[in-house]
């Protein structure tokens, strides 16, 4: 099945600080991707769409600037929390469409802690 | 945006015996895509099984079946025959014709021994 790789799977920074969060398709190109984020059960919050060689669209509430996406390559799309704060840490998922299947296939997620 | 409302925040079940998880969405388009996820504590999203809105017929995945029933905007998952891994908090969600996902607040189901 499809495979998307996301990395890492745990990251703690210091407040103030950036992180990136790298989402990669292994097997078939990707020419959109979606970033959701989720909080200690509860449900996925769509944040933005990312779009290959074109700026992401964002969801309404999403701050386009503390949250940098970039889909510079058809395999490969990274999420930038800039300037991190305590309240930004969260879970932050990738996906992309699965071929073929009208399904989405998600990475393994990124838990970040910032401190 | 769609909402998606799932109203049974926990669920326990024994296992061997059958639960059922209910979904209701609401929608102004006629033709999308439901999907039921499963979120086990690892955190790996995983697709239990899609429903297309155009299809009459239920979708079933071995122990998963769905009750689709469009007029009621109702999009309910059974589990039969539970097996401890099946313990997981479930998503219902939905895909509008721009491929976005919109998920209800999901339903932590527990398989007791």
């Known amino acids: 099945g499809a495979v998307v790789s996301q990395h890492p799977s745990r990251v703690i920074c210091k407040s103030g600080t950036s992180v990136k969060i790298e989402c990669r398709s292994l097997d078939f190109q990707a020419t959109t991707m979606f970033w959701y984020r989720q909080f200690p059960k509860q449900s996925l919050m769509l944040m933005a769409t990312s779009n290959e060689g074109s700026k992401a669209t964002y969801e309404q509430g999403v701050e386009k600037d503390k949250f940098l996406i970039n889909h510079a390559s058809l395999t490969l799309s990274t999420l930038t929390v800039t300037s991190a704060h305590p309240e930004d840490s969260s879970f932050y998922i990738c996906?992309?469409?699965?071929?073929?299947?009208?399904?989405?296939?998600f990475g393994s997620g990124t838990r970040l802690t910032v401190v | 945006a769609q909402t998606v409302t799932q109203s049974q925040p926990e669920m326990s079940v024994q296992e061997a015996e059958t639960v059922t998880l209910s979904c209701t969405y609401d929608?102004?388009?006629?033709?999308?895509?439901l999907f039921w996820y499963k979120q086990p504590p690892s955190r790996q999203m995983i697709l239990v099984i899609r429903?297309?809105?155009?299809?009459?017929q239920n979708a079933t995945e071995n122990r998963f079946s769905v009750n689709f029933q469009k007029a009621a905007k109702s999009f309910s998952l059974k589990i039969s025959d539970s097996q401890l891994g099946d313990t997981a908090m479930y998503f219902c969600a939905f895909m509008s014709n721009d491929y976005k996902l919109s998920f209800g607040a999901g339903t932590t189901v527990t398989v007791r021994a």
């Open positions: 429903q297309e809105a155009y299809k009459q």
């Open positions: 996906s992309k469409i699965t071929p073929g299947s009208m399904g989405y296939t």
């Open positions: 929608t102004s388009e006629n033709n999308y895509y």
